[in-house]
């Protein structure tokens, strides 16, 4: 699978003209993935990079400039990490690429893309496949329940001290018929979410109405029913911030909670079912580096012929 990104931002350019080509390798692994980056100086000018993916079972690839993502540049020039292509990935759900893709179904699994072969199943009359605006997605319309995966946060490598970085591509059809969220582990006192994701429950009237509460994170208010939005919400195990459509929403948080076993797709901490679609998933078992999320949300938008308007990219 090939995502291809225009060469768009003229100011990461150098005034030599210059041939630069990015393969873009998110290979998955059970813990980390590990590219190599060959870096080569053209007249001195700028570097011309390769990312190359190991022997893992799924890889995403892309080819673009790097320079054209705000904050890589910067991040591999800080960062011995992101110089050698290092990109964690531990879960993948992407509906179009699911064997059992037949919209109008209801889904009997959502099978993990990458080499972990995780499972994501329906835990009532389940959501069902579906297509909005040519993107394949999963519908969840808030009373059939939500899907569980088969593993819990250990066996993806995520603990309190990890962080975690969760970016989705989601539709929300009309924001007044609000409840739910797209993901949530549990805390391990089964008091509520551990980290979570939701929308605000509270009645059209309410100053709260539009906002999607992040735990940990910012109460922010997202207004983007009736169209595709890229998600991200990212945490270091103390704070964290939610990203829309590449801008931060703020950042908060005074910690996290023991984690639990149950990882929820599609619902919330108290079992309230999502209403939207949701495309794809893309789970790191650390909160990501500014050009590293920005890589991540730039790619998925491109992979769905840019679907959001991204001002990193």
Known sequence: MSWGLPDRRGEWRPTTPIQSTVLLAFTVGLGLVVGVVVIQFVGGTGPTTT???????????QTFDPRDVAGFAADRAANERYTDGTVPCVLWLDAGASPGFDPGTPVGEWRDQSSNGFRATPTAAGPEWAVVDGVEAVRFDGSRGWLRLDAPPSALSVTNDTGLTVTMLVYVVDSDRRGGGPYAIDAADGNGSAVELSQSDRPPASPEADEWWSTPGPAAEITTDGEWAIVTHTTDGETGTLFVDGDSQGTAGDGVAA?????????????????????EYFVSNEQLSPGARNVVQCAMNAKHDDIVDLDVC
């Open 51 to 61: 990312v190359s993916g190991g022997d893992a079972q799924c890889s995403y690839s």
């Open 259 to 279: 984690l639990g076993t149950s990882v929820r797709i599609g619902g919330d901490g108290s079992g309230r079912a999502f209403e939207a679609y949701v495309a």
